[in-house]
């Protein structure tokens, strides 16, 4: 009796000991993240970035995403809102990290998509028929241009483009800032270069509307 409450009380205090180690870890890593993105530059915002808003806007929403990520595609609508809710104020930046098998494909293809300037309509295409080619341990990104031949691209062009040395410099700088800025996940958002160190739409949208107050006082 004495050996078996010995074990459930060694069991219980390895359980506590790694959940708080856990949790200290996790806030080092926040805390890391939010430093590199303050004291960071041109990491978080390169030029030439797709972007979407005012290009004057003093609020800048920085999304790292991956267009086979599923919380992507649930979160997109909740951005969208944002953006649009907060009209001139807000702009959204969009990055890759590309994490998933198959979409750097995706990636590549929604920037040939720019050339034509259907890049926005791409996106929506291709997360609305995200559940069609990429699904898991089986994707098909080819599939993708079923649903951006709806919209009116000129897929053959944009095959071609796909593979053109700037689209591939452009993909891997973005790799190169991934790693430099610690994004570990998708969709990570940086809001006026503060990441967003609780993930959830409440989290996403109070941290926005804070930075509008920052930036647009009354």
Known sequence: MKNSTLI???????????AVGAYIYTNQQKQEQQQIAQSSG??????????IGAADAKVNIVEFFDPACEACRAFYPVVKNTVNFNGDK??????????HQGSDYVAKALEATRLQNKYWESVEAVLAS???WAAHGAPQPELIWNA???????????????????IAARLAQDAADVVTLK????????????PLTTF?????NALVQSEVAIAYPK
């Not at 069991?11 to 000991?17: E, F, K, P, V």
């Not at 041109?42 to 972007?51: A, C, I, K, V």
């Not at 959830?200 to 996403?204: C, L, S, V």
């Open 8 to 18: 459930i009380s060694s069991s219980i205090a390895l359980i506590t000991a790694f």
């Open 42 to 51: 041109q990491e978080l915002t390169r030029f030439g970035m797709p972007s």
């Open 90 to 99: 807000v702009k959204l930046t969009l990055r890759y990290a590309t994490f």
């Open 130 to 132: 995200q559940p069609e």
């Open 148 to 166: 951006l031949a709806q919209i009116g691209l000129d897929v053959e062009k944009a095959k071609l483009d796909m593979n053109s040395p700037q």
């Open 183 to 194: 994004v570990q996940k998708t969709p990570s958002f940086f809001v006026n270069s503060k």
């Open 200 to 204: 959830g739409a409440d989290a996403f």
